[in-house]
């Protein structure tokens, strides 16, 4: 009878244990998740907002900020009460915890990268009213989320308002004669007096992370048609100037862009091999990299590397601008890092 006993005990146990006994599954385990860096807001069970920032790659939590509203009846006052605890402070294991240490403390789960929910307590927590004392006690919930992480690599359209392109006055000028900021394309080349053409795009990359570290920039311009002789036959390849915020510190089409200072000159360079689809590519340099930021826009001057083929004969060719249907616009891919 005994041995009868042992085995039943026995048997129960290897079901218990088993990888499909509901005791031992792991099916309900949230999957581990990375918490996106950045800036988190949401609200109470109260309905007052909270925040916190994370980062550090999702390891670290900083500045959690809590509102809620209390009613001292004893001391004849309601309102409401911020608190914020900066931290840092650890995130392990999709859970990260706060205390104030004088009767405050709150718990956070990631349930994914751009998700979390949590509870809060106010254990006799302090308030003071001149000669008068209310401890607060109090709990509650809250949920919070964050903006998904922008893609790697990120694509930024030129802004149309701001794209155009400017001919020479005369021919051996190098000074903007007349220009054009609102075609859906614009010119690379010279014109029938040998005048040339240059030409402004404009990328503000705001969704780049403020801790992004660009590793790289490829600029991508698709063609729309040639006027006269292909200028990659006779005028070299095109180059591309870079300027940091504006050319001629204005980020509207301006005749000086056409000669303005740039932040790095000849920072990529397009050369007659198209892409599937008549898109021509440049990679910009390492150095032009730095000038990328989240913080500003950024502008791309282009420009044949030979200025005119002393022809009289028009000979350019049309690129697609940003005030184009959006499939074809210019395109600046970003690849980058974050701490």
């Known amino acids: 009878m005994n041995t009868m006993r042992s085995l039943i005990l026995f048997l129960s146990l290897v079901v218990l244990l088993s990888p499909g006994s509901a005791l031992a599954s792991s099916d309900t385990a949230l999957d581990f ?28 939590w900083s500045n959690f900020t809590l509102k809620t509203d209390f009613n001292a009846t004893n001391c004849g006052v309601t309102g409401t009460h911020e608190l914020t605890l900066f931290g840092p402070g650890s995130i ?31 254990t006799n927590y ?3 009213f001149g000669f008068c004392t209310y401890f607060l006690n109090q709990s509650g919930t809250w949920t919070a989320s964050t903006l998904p992480p922008p893609p790697n690599p990120l694509v930024v359209q030129s802004t149309g308002t701001f794209d155009g ?8 000028s190098s000074l903007g004669g007349t220009l054009d900021a609102s075609k859906g394309s614009f010119n690379l080349g010279d014109n029938a007096t040998n005048r040339q053409f240059r030409a402004i795009l404009s990328f503000c ?5 403020l801790d992004a570290t660009v590793t790289k920039a490829v600029l991508k311009i698709k063609k729309l048609g040639v006027v006269g002789t292909d200028p990659f036959t006779t005028h070299k390849k095109i180059a591309v100037d870079l300027r940091q915020g ?51 826009c ?7 590397q030979l200025d005119d083929n002393n022809d009289l004969g028009a000979d350019f060719l049309k690129f697609y601008s940003g005030d184009a249907t959006a499939s074809v616009r210019p395109k600046l891919v970003l690849t980058y890092t974050t701490p």
Do not use: C
């Open 246 to 296: 504006a050319f001629s510190n204005n980020v509207s089409l301006q005749l000086n862009d056409f000669k303005a200072v740039a932040s790095m000159n000849a920072a990529g360079v397009i050369s007659n091999n198209p892409q599937a689809g008549s898109w021509y590519v440049a990679s910009l340099k390492a150095d032009a990299l730095p000038f990328i930021q989240a913080t500003s």
């Open 165 to 172: 392109w400017i001919l020479e006055s005369s021919e051996t």
């Open 205 to 209: 990359p705001s969704s780049l992370p």
């Open 298 to 304: 950024v502008q791309l001057r282009l420009r044949f």
């Open 92 to 122: 392990s294991n999709n859970q990260f915890s706060v205390s104030s240490g004088n009767g405050f403390s709150a718990s956070g789960q990631f349930t994914s990268n751009t998700t979390a929910t949590g509870t809060y307590f106010f």
């Open 33 to 60: 998740v990375v918490p996106g860096n950045g800036f988190w807001t949401g609200t109470t069970s109260r309905d007052h907002p909270i925040s916190f920032m994370v980062q550090s790659s999702g390891t670290q």
């Open 126 to 128: 302090a308030f003071n």
